[in-house]
């Protein structure tokens, strides 16, 4: 399989367009996911310019190779677009409904959380909702409060629903390959300050299985619990803190739901010390789910007290210094870790 | 017009069943034995069969917390919907569901919902897939006239001007969202005439005539299935029962609803404007006869019938933590 | 003081009349409060006659006292009634909005999370937003997967809403005045199941701060943290437990958002081992984060694991003997106790 | 018409104002000094200011993502906006908000909003306090052809009839939401024959030319103050620069982009309809000299400010945990 290095941008724009070839049920739906119909310029059908390509240019190319039946521009309309892709879901479509920034869930979480994650246990297992619902999460854009969120722990809690939150670009592809092919809807969460990221990734389809968490660093000494971007963070502390002796050992559980509790209590069982990171709440958040998952399952391999690095229990400020501060970083990981090694 | 006796028979077997079914509900509601909230549909029902007699079981509805009528008119098991509501294992839904969440996707019912103004956005879904997949199928969306002002609904309709779906949105107009009436809650007077603004050719018909509901639903479902997108039609009929049973009905006096039933009642509509060279009294009274000893067999069954099993509980779901 | 029996539902409806008494900014908002609007019945307005008074009877009187103009019966239209409210309390109303079932915050979530909770700090400091959002939760009425669920976790974990989910009638007067004085956002969770529980309830207004928890049980063996229709569960337990010589500590928080954490601590420090019982969720739920706050700050008096009750990760099933085995009870907690003091 | 000089020039002076403000942004973002989205407003001045013009500092305004033109039009401070936008202490947030939430409920701006429709059900609540307390206060809702669209906005609508609230929708029709046509996502060629279908009063007006959107604007504002409920407006305009800052702007040509900018500018059309018996070029080049000196001032004192301390960020909300 030839690998080459791709942007997690490109990553999960591959991943659309190869399923979209292997399966024409698969249509993507949203907002200018392509950009400029109707409107004005004579050049755009002629020429096949996509005037958008997604508002940060992840979808850019499919409206060329797939057309408007199967790239399909909607108005603004959140609640018509998840319900749609709900209904089109258990008619006989693979949808892949773009919402550009996660916190719009706000106008159309119905469609969402009481329909489409309910079908199949509300229907005694009838049915099946093979959907995707992309959207960008995160803070560190200067976006302000309410385009900065990162709400995958509130998707988590619903029952039926999967969620995704990949940290890197191979990552991104399989996941969202695996995302297309699943039968019950996945949201899938797309840091936007990853966009520019890159790795090695094959150039082939491919799929990572749900539920697996990845040890993006091993260790010895402290487990850390961290999650889409707080992936890099939590590395870059690893690095810095082995430099200093400390053997940090990072799990990137890639999936909030399912949890690969596996995954966790392993590590946590070897290194005896946890720091969770985490970017969603800093109440009845990611992290405190995964907290409670150790302190409950695996209390006794505990030699200290659990370390949880979220954000202040604030808004995401706009003025970026405020918004440093409010977000996860490598320094408070490495503050945390020291903590726990020295306690 | 061009009904011939068996699809007249058929047509007014649906309407028979549905007024069987609920009024029998009725009831054994009152015995306390069905579990949870139920909504009637009696009174209603030449809009559920009128509509829906114009779909095949490939064409796919969405449909409301007031559901057992459109289930009944788009094909679903009368067994299997008595079981669901009774909480029963032999239920449509194996008992997960009950009456607001009746669902059978063999027959295209895409589910009762009990969110007001979740169905369109859904239907509108089931005319995209039949849109891209190229089978012709239609979609048509329940919704009631309390529906009708709730967000949803309006960005369904635009939607599906803007795709040119195959979909009819139906709003059943009975003058009430539960006590609140259609007169004050709807600001201006003419749902269909808002629904006409969204770009889409929209109609007003007399919901307790099965005739004028068929004719009116024919055409738009022929515009959607030969590619020309959505229409609205606003049927007007009225509800005998409470919002759900157990309601006082403090908002409309007994003597009003009484004369309703006289007056408005679609079956002796039906029976009344029925060409009599084609179909006798005596025909429709064995269905009604049929119909009651069918709803009578369910409930004998749903009640014969079994809980689902404790370990029920966690199936059906991606996974249980 | 004199005090009275009164049902959770007088006590609601007796703390909105005599806040809307004291205060002419005080207004309700919401589906069939008063009921019968328009309609035919000719005697309604003559006589004052309410067609519901609230779909479970607890604004009935509002309306005949108040009249239309403060108890506003609206259309189906959720995001207009939450927007309408939050955009009121930002003028100079203290408007009470209800959302009949809080499953319908998904229609309708924008205006609460998205807005009224982010006035106040995205505009720095120069907003107040005295909203409440009122609405029924929980499970137990077979009322189905769409109108059962308590997503108080939710709101929780969202800076800027303040979250109350009584237990009983006297804390539901004293929390909910407490509410409609406040000037943040508050969402109120009355539980379905509730509404005809009694008890002694003061006749005056009296108001209980937030995140002040309850101690309904004294006990020295195992601390139970119990909130909304859960606290009477673990009362029972509490006492049939007491009968085998099991000491029961039960430590209702009252208000979910702010959270009484020394509250809890306290408890748990004092017996090192606690039950968590929450219908809120199986994941990322209220129970999470209460076990996330004792395993990070309260670590070392954990005797033995935290154990977790709460609901399988489904929806909530109709049939009444799946919604029985659905929901947490007496027995469950009982056996985690047990199982606890066993340990 | 019965503006007076004072009048006149007052309106001409927060057009240009807004104008000033969003060139010079324009340039600022460039440098790259500006965090985060920042919309422009030029090209639609006219709307803004034709509307607030009608109000009175106690009446109360709901915005968009697009809302530096309302902010100003609505007498919010310039120092203060611009501040806001670099992010500093000295903005009318405390650099909390940003372009996208500037607010000053002094002056009865209820904030820009970054979600698109987030601004009518808040302004209806504002139409409801007025209503409520008796103040005789009239709300606004700035919405896009883009946010006419939503629920939302339907819903607000719906409620603003039926509760008769004093408020008037504002659709400020550009053309585009983001890069996608209004004839596209709008699915009836017609949104105030949309909004007229919910039952209140709705007209189309020319957003380039600040007397007609003046006096359809009055019309609907004194309506609102006298009891008589809600209108909406549709104005036409158009955007002079990308949907954001960093738009390639693909969906339409630089040319079509000169020509909009030559002929349908709002203060080129205000100069050439304005009685110049009343009003001088000359005045009103002086109030392009003093907003270009003001906006030029407003920078420099922005740069200049301090960001606000890290402690802030615990501060104004009601704990820390
Ligand atoms: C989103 C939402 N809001 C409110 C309700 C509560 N509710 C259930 S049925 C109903 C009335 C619906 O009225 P209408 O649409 O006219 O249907 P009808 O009951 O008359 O058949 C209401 C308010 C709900 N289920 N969902
Ligand atoms: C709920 C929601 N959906 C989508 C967006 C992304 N978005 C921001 S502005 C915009 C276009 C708005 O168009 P319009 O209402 O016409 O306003 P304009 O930008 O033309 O001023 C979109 C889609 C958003 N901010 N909120
Ligand atoms: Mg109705
Ligand atoms: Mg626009």
Known sequence: ?343 | MTLNKHALLGAYRKMSRIRAFEDRLHEENATGDIPGFIHLYSGQEAIAVGVCENLRDTDHIGSTHRGHGHCIAKGCDIHGMMAEIFGKEDGLCHGKGGSMHIADLSVGMLGANAIVGGAPSLAIGAALSSKTLGTHGVAVSFTGDGGSNQGTTFEAMNMAVVLKLPIVFVIENNGYGEATGTDYAVGAPDIAARAAAFGMPAAKVDGTDFFAVYETAREAVERARAGGGPTTIEARANRFYGHFEGDAQLYRTPEQVAELRRTQDPLVIFRDKVDRRKVSAKELDEIDEESRALVDDAVTRARAAAYPPIDHLLTDVYVSY
Chains 1, 3 share one sequence.
């Open chain 1, 1 to 343: 399989m030839t690998t080459s290095k791709k942007t997690y941008r490109e990553a999960v724009k591959e991943a659309l367009a190869q399923e979209m070839r292997r399966d024409a049920t698969v249509v993507q739906i949203g907002e200018d996911l392509r950009g400029g119909h109707a409107g004005t310029n004579p050049e755009l059908e002629s020429k096949k310019i996509e005037a958008f390509g997604g508002v940060l240019g992840v979808t850019k190319g499919l409206w060329g190779e797939f057309g408007s039946d199967r790239v399909i521009d909607t108005p603004i309309t959140e609640s018509a677009i998840v319900g749609m892709a709900a209904g089109a879901a258990l008619t006989g479509l693979r949808p892949v409904a773009e919402l550009m920034f996660m916190d719009f869930f706000g106008v159309c979480y119905d469609a969402l959380y009481n329909q489409a994650a309910k079908f199949r246990y509300m229907f005694g297992g009838k049915a099946r909702t093979p959907m995707v619902l992309r959207g960008m999460i995160g803070a560190g854009f200067s976006a302000a409060a309410q385009h900065s969120q990162s709400p995958y722990h509130v998707f988590a809690s619903v029952p039926g629903l999967k969620v995704v939150a990949p940290s890197n670009a191979y990552d991104a592809k399989g996941l969202l390959i695996q995302a297309v092919r699943d039968d019950d809807p996945v949201v899938f969460c797309e840091h936007k300050t990853l966009y520019d990221t890159a790795a090695e990734v094959p150039d082939e389809p491919y799929t990572i299985p749900f539920g697996v968490a990845n040890y993006t660093r091993q260790g010895t000494d402290v487990t850390v619990v961290a999650l889409s971007a707080m992936v890099n963070a939590a590395n870059d502390a690893a690095d810095k803190l082995a430099a200093e002796g400390i053997s940090v050992e990072v799990v990137d559980p890639r999936t909030v739901s399912p949890l690969d509790e596996e995954g966790i209590l392993e590590s946590v069982a070897a290194t005896g010390r946890v720091v969770i990171v985490d970017e969603s709440a800093a109440r009845c958040g990611f992290g405190h789910d995964v907290a409670a998952l150790i302190a409950t399952k695996a209390l006794d391999s505990l030699r200290a007290p659990i370390e949880l690095v979220t954000p202040p229990h604030t808004p995401v400020p706009f003025s970026p210094v405020l918004e440093k501060a409010w977000l996860p970083d490598a320094a408070r990981i490495e503050t945390a870790v020291r903590k726990l090694v020295t306690a």
